[in-house]
């Protein structure tokens, strides 16, 4: 495999790589990581001070890894080079049919050897998959991608926070780019990564909110696209989001179907820790056999970890409207909280519901679960314990060798 960032670089005086005119295709399946090609930015960005204020998607760092794709030729070489706008015709397919997916993953600096570690990306790579082949979209092998993933995250390995409370968000994307208005398959793709500093989502500590819960407004439907990552499910949430602002509420409890079933928070998957009707403490998430929500990589770590205690029910199932008032009525909810990568947890106090409001405890006692759930998966991520789920990308100080790229 060509390496490009193995080895520690220092922040000015990258070597500069040009890239070959002449573009070689890897395979028709898949690119190759070993095809990799590196090019360094000759203008170093100024890192932030302090990446625990970095507001979430502001910053980003020098690199972007890319690799493209065309139906005749497949896919061609992937590339680190320096990050840059891109080239798109005004008729290029995602501006108008949103022929675009999208992944969101964190990469983590450990306080104990300023290890760098990647969480459970094997999940993500799987539903990227999984989205690009409901967006017609091109397929390839996970291991090169996080071959490639691993190399970029390496060049830019000064980027990643030396932080418990920040991480380095990735980004890897894939849209289709073919110049063409019929509504059609893509013939031409691209594939690319960028990566971003970022503190706490919502702002330091572990800070509650309300949601807007409106039948009027639903995100997704039985059969559709709510279960993949796709651009196209989020953008029409945002004026709804807005609307929440305007009712006081800083979030959407989006409900499906007659008997206004509960699906997901803003952008999270959403639990409910309650004593159920038949009297047993049950921490409940909606399933994934409708479609209705997205399969968080958070979400299977938290029911993977609750099931692992064995010390309440675990179920993923649906729960309706109706019986969360009813539960809220007699005092049998406990806690409620959003679950996904960029705020890890997001704990819930509130619902405005058919012009009422249902109080939610969660805070009352600190939202003990909530916040058990975030320390054992911090402690993972940040590599205070060892895990399965960890995915070393730079070995720790005492296997880093550091180099100067200027004498090279």
Same mark, same amino acid.
């Given at each position: 495999?060509?390496?490009?960032?193995?080895?520690?670089?220092?922040?000015?005086?990258?070597?500069?790589?040009?890239?070959?005119?002449?573009?070689?295709?890897?395979?028709?399946?898949?690119?190759?990581?070993? /095809?990799?090609?590196?090019?360094?930015?000759?203008?170093? %960005?100024?890192?932030?001070?302090?990446?625990?204020?970095?507001?979430?998607?502001?910053?980003?760092?020098?690199?972007?890894?890319?690799?493209?794709?065309?139906?005749? $030729?497949?896919?061609?070489?992937?590339?680190?080079?320096?990050?840059?706008?891109?080239?798109?015709?005004?008729?290029?397919?995602?501006?108008?049919?949103?022929?675009?997916?999208?992944?969101?993953?964190?990469?983590?600096?450990?306080?104990? +050897?300023?290890?760098?570690?990647?969480?459970?990306?094997?999940?993500?790579?799987?539903?990227?998959?999984?989205?690009?082949?409901?967006?017609?979209?091109?397929?390839?092998?996970?291991?090169?991608?996080? *071959?490639?993933?691993?190399?970029?995250?390496?060049?830019?390995? %000064?980027?990643?926070?030396?932080?418990?409370?920040?991480?380095?968000?990735?980004?890897?994307?894939?849209?289709?780019?073919?110049?063409?208005?019929?509504?059609?398959?893509?013939?031409?793709?691209?594939?690319?990564?960028?990566?971003?500093? $970022?503190?706490?989502?919502?702002?330091?500590?572990?800070?509650?909110?309300?949601?807007?819960? /409106?039948? *009027?407004?639903?995100?997704?439907?039985?059969?559709?696209?709510?279960?993949?990552?796709?651009?196209? +499910?989020?953008?029409?949430?945002?004026?709804?989001?807005?609307?929440?602002?305007?009712?006081?509420?800083?979030?959407?409890?989006?409900?499906?179907?007659?008997?206004?079933?509960?699906?997901?928070?803003? $952008?999270?998957?959403?639990?409910?820790?309650?004593?159920?009707?038949?009297?047993?403490?049950?921490?409940?998430?909606?399933?994934?056999?409708?479609?209705?929500?997205?399969?968080?990589?958070?979400?299977?770590?938290?029911?993977?970890?609750?099931?692992?205690?064995?010390?309440? *029910?675990?179920?993923?199932?649906?729960?309706?409207?109706?019986?969360?008032?009813?539960?809220?009525?007699?005092?049998?909810?406990?806690?409620?909280?959003?679950?996904?990568?960029?705020?890890?947890?997001?704990?819930?106090?509130?619902?405005?519901?058919?012009?009422?409001?249902?109080?939610?405890?969660?805070?009352?006692?600190?939202?003990?679960?909530?916040?058990?759930? *975030?320390?054992?998966?911090?402690?993972?991520?940040?590599?205070?314990?060892?895990?399965?789920?960890?995915?070393?990308?730079?070995?720790? /100080?005492?296997?880093?060798?550091?180099?100067?790229?200027?004498?090279?």
């Amino acid at each position: 495999m060509a390496t490009c960032g193995r080895l520690r670089l220092l922040d000015q005086g990258f070597r500069f790589f040009p890239i070959r005119t002449i573009q070689r295709f890897s395979s028709s399946g898949t690119f190759k990581a070993d /095809d990799l090609i590196c090019q360094f930015t000759k203008r170093p %960005g100024q890192k932030p001070i302090n990446a625990e204020d970095c507001a979430f998607g502001k910053y980003f760092t020098d690199h972007m890894l890319a690799v493209s794709w065309d139906q005749r $030729t497949g896919w061609g070489r992937p590339i680190i080079k320096p990050l840059e706008n891109l080239s798109l015709h005004p008729a290029t397919s995602v501006f108008h049919y949103s022929t675009e997916l999208f992944e969101g993953m964190k990469a983590y600096r450990s306080p104990i +050897n300023n290890s760098i570690s990647l969480f459970r990306p094997y999940e993500n790579m799987e539903r990227m998959t999984r989205s690009a082949i409901r967006a017609a979209l091109p397929t390839f092998d996970h291991d090169e991608l996080m *071959k490639c993933i691993s190399e970029l995250i390496r060049v830019d390995q %000064g980027w990643v926070p030396y932080s418990e409370k920040s991480s380095l968000y990735l980004r890897p994307t894939m849209i289709g780019t073919e110049p063409s208005l019929g509504v059609t398959m893509s013939r031409s793709a691209l594939l690319y990564v960028i990566l971003s500093p $970022t503190g706490p989502y919502f702002g330091k500590g572990l800070n509650s909110v309300s949601l807007l819960a /409106d039948p *009027k407004y639903k995100r997704a439907g039985a059969g559709m696209s709510g279960a993949y990552k796709l651009g196209s +499910n989020y953008g029409p949430t945002i004026r709804v989001q807005e609307l929440a602002k305007k009712h006081g509420c800083h979030q959407v409890l989006w409900l499906y179907g007659d008997e206004h079933e509960i699906t997901e928070v803003g $952008t999270m998957n959403l639990f409910i820790y309650w004593i159920n009707e038949e009297g047993e403490n049950e921490l409940v998430t909606m399933g994934l056999d409708k479609g209705l929500v997205l399969p968080g990589v958070t979400r299977s770590s938290m029911l993977a970890l609750a099931r692992e205690w064995n010390e309440f *029910k675990v179920s993923e199932r649906t729960v309706t409207m109706g019986q969360l008032q009813k539960a809220a009525s007699e005092n049998r909810v406990m806690e409620m909280f959003g679950a996904g990568t960029a705020a890890v947890v997001c704990p819930v106090d509130r619902i405005h519901y058919m012009d009422e409001d249902i109080m939610i405890p969660t805070m009352e006692h600190g939202a003990p679960l909530a916040t058990r759930l *975030k320390e054992e998966l911090h402690d993972i991520q940040y590599g205070k314990v060892e895990h399965e789920w960890a995915y070393n990308v730079l070995p720790g /100080d005492s296997e880093t060798e550091t180099i100067d790229l200027r004498s090279q």
